[in-house]
């Protein structure tokens, strides 16, 4: 596609429900990343892709948090068991060269 | 582990100011970028540097990094409504793609 995508756009869900977030990276890209934003705040590292290797999996905020990325295409964000203060927007974006990452719209997450 | 401070945290000036926003670090950085967020959207990539005392602008925008490599300016000329959103720095370690992001410097614009 012409950009990275996420779905949904939007997502509310109870307290103590799973959650699965998607992102399609633009076409060729390597590297992915995730990210969580809450509101008015900076952007926390969560896990990042590169290639073949291993995912860097230092961000991530506790074991109710994991992620896939199948080859070097779609990444799925899921989280388990969501709690309020997951409450925030998931920021993906993808690389094809070192820096100069291009975001996706993000998903706003809401748990009630 | 390794990190950058952005200053100021917030910054509100009148249309037409100048505006800077600094990103500091205490150790040796490979690059730096720069994205600019508008509110209620998502981060867009700016610019980056690599070179030690470069110097780049894009019309109004003028970004530097120091010649030691451990801090970097964007300087906004004569700021427009336009230009409200959050600035952040970022970079990448040698020979890696994982990005850190600082905290970000909030730009409002009074018109």
């Known amino acids: 596609g012409a950009g990275v995508s996420q779905s949904p756009s939007n997502k509310v869900t109870e307290k103590g429900k799973d959650v699965e977030l998607r992102c399609d990276p633009i076409s060729g890209h390597t590297a992915l990343y995730w990210y969580r934003q809450r509101l008015g705040q900076g952007l926390e590292f969560l896990i990042y892709?590169?290639?073949?290797?291993?995912?860097?999996k230092s961000g991530l905020p506790s074991d109710r948090f994991s992620a896939e990325r199948t080859g070097e295409s779609v990444s799925t964000l899921t989280i388990q068991r969501t709690q309020q203060e997951d409450s925030a927007v998931y920021l993906c974006a993808s690389s094809l060269v070192q820096g100069k990452a291009f975001f996706g719209q993000g998903t706003r997450l809401t748990v009630v | 582990g390794q990190q950058v401070m952005q200053i100021p945290q917030y910054q509100h000036v009148q249309e037409g100011e100048d505006f800077t926003t600094y990103c500091n670090s205490s150790t040796t950085l490979s690059n730096i970028q720069w994205y600019k967020q508008r509110p209620g959207g998502h981060p867009v990539f700016l610019i980056q540097?690599?070179?030690?005392?470069e110097v780049k602008k894009q019309k109004r925008l003028t970004f530097q990094f120091g010649e030691a490599k451990k801090n970097s300016s964007l300087h906004i000329t004569a700021t427009q409504t336009t230009d409200v959103g959050t600035y952040f720095c970022a970079y990448s370690g040698a020979g890696s793609y994982q990005l850190t992001f600082g905290k970000g410097t909030k730009l409002s614009v009074i018109p």
């Open positions: 540097l690599v070179k030690s005392g």
């Open positions: 892709f590169q290639g073949n290797s291993a995912p860097d």
